[in-house]
């Protein structure tokens, strides 16, 4: 037995329960364990990485940047929405940890999940910044903001769609139609810019029913958001901001 | 086994179903519906209040007759599960309510624990009055 050898032997390790699904074969997915190294810096994203590399080619996961900024590696892990990359496999030891495919997405093969819907939601409610001045003269200099009105929105713009908010959301798995808790906040950072003003024009399309009111405040959105954009009070705030807009409609009909 | 594709499909994705138990899954989502559930009970309450008011309106013996019904066993367990909603209702929406509302005072965000204590302190006011209404 070679040094390397014996000193692998005498690491410990961890199993992960891995969900696999094959398109082409599987009629629904089933769980396979792997064991993997446990070292105290290791991820579980480096642990699928050791399957990868040198158990089972064929397990296929999405991931990028590994440091919890690109927002690919969102997985289940131990039944919690998470990014892979920022889950310690040390603090489920002694293990097994059970790793699956984010929920409320269809699964397109073992942990890579399919965000259409996401992505075709996400321009519906108009996240980029809407002028009603008409075409505006890039030269004529930026739009300053004070530190204050930068801190209005800041905390909703910190979003990488990881998609781990609507994982969490049961609003979205029982209703797939819901404009979801990303989509809403970021419309939400847009209305709180200082130099936006299409507020106007996101409540048209937020004010449905499947909008802003499918939100029933479970805040599940917030708790498992790993860049602390909470969704939830997005949505609550504006909520309160689309109920005064009604009793304004109501009392000042012609558009005051 | 092999399922038959065609040549250029996507391959069938798998769409996982909701449990109808989802609720149950985390303590959160549990709280939450619990919370949900709890205006079922507040409603009951303020049923419950607004009987009470007009048989104290209707005089004695119709007040009478509202208490003898209100010290039955079951209208007392009732309560009892009412009241016990009714904190966990308080509780819930006073924690919530900075999600909902940014408070500003002179330009400065109202932090939430702030305005936590604030609903609290409310509450205190509006029972130290209520009590001292009725034990006057």
């Given at each position: 037995m070679t040094l390397q050898a014996a000193a692998r032997e005498a690491e410990e390790s961890i199993t992960l329960e891995v969900t696999r699904y094959e398109p082409d074969g599987d009629t629904e997915p089933h769980t396979q364990s792997y064991e993997v190294p446990l070292r105290k810096d290791w991820t579980v994203l480096d642990g699928l990485n050791y399957v990868k590399n040198s158990?089972?080619?064929?397990l296929s996961y999405r991931w990028s940047?590994?440091?919890?900024?690109?927002?690919?590696?969102?997985m289940n892990v131990g039944g919690r929405p998470s990014l892979s990359c920022g889950t310690f496999l040390s603090d489920f030891a002694p293990g097994p940890v059970r790793v699956e495919p984010l929920s409320n997405f269809p699964v397109i093969r073992d942990l890579v999940v399919d965000i259409t819907d996401f992505l075709e939601k996400l321009p519906t409610v108009k996240p980029w910044i809407i002028r009603d001045?008409?075409?505006?003269?890039?030269?004529?200099g930026e739009f300053l903001q004070t530190p204050a009105e930068l801190d209005a929105y800041s905390q909703f713009s910190?979003?990488?769609?990881?998609m781990l908010c609507y994982s969490a959301c049961p609003v979205y798995g029982l209703d797939p139609d819901f404009t979801g808790p990303a989509a809403i906040a970021l419309a939400e950072r847009y209305n709180l810019d200082s130099r936006d003003q299409g507020a106007r024009e996101r409540l048209d399309v937020l004010i449905e029913r499947e909008g802003l009111w499918g939100c029933t405040f479970v805040g599940e959105c917030t708790r498992v958001c790993p860049k602390h954009v909470d969704p939830a009070s997005a949505i609550q705030r504006y909520k309160l901001k689309a109920a005064q807009e009604s009793v304004r409609a109501v009392l000042l009909p012609r558009g005051a | 086994m092999s399922v038959q594709t065609s040549g250029r499909s996507r391959p069938h994705s798998y769409r996982r179903p909701v449990s109808v138990?989802?609720?149950?899954?985390k303590p959160t989502y549990l709280l939450f519906v619990l919370r949900e559930l709890s205006s079922i009970f507040i409603a009951w309450l303020v049923a419950f209040l607004v009987i009470m008011v007009f048989s104290v309106g209707r005089g004695a013996d119709s007040y009478g007759g509202f208490m003898d019904w209100a010290g039955q066993a079951w209208v007392v367990v009732i309560n009892v599960v009412a009241f016990a909603f009714a904190a966990l209702h308080t509780v819930t929406w006073f924690l919530l309510t900075p999600k909902a509302m940014a408070l500003r005072v002179r330009g400065r965000a109202v932090p939430a624990r702030a305005a936590v204590i604030g609903e609290y302190v409310v509450l205190a006011i509006v029972t130290v009055f209520v009590l001292w209404l009725v034990l006057r």
């Open positions: 158990l089972d080619p064929s940047c590994r440091m919890g900024v690109c927002g690919s590696c969102g001045d008409g075409d505006v003269d890039v030269h004529a910190s979003c990488i769609n990881c | 138990w989802w609720w149950l899954r």
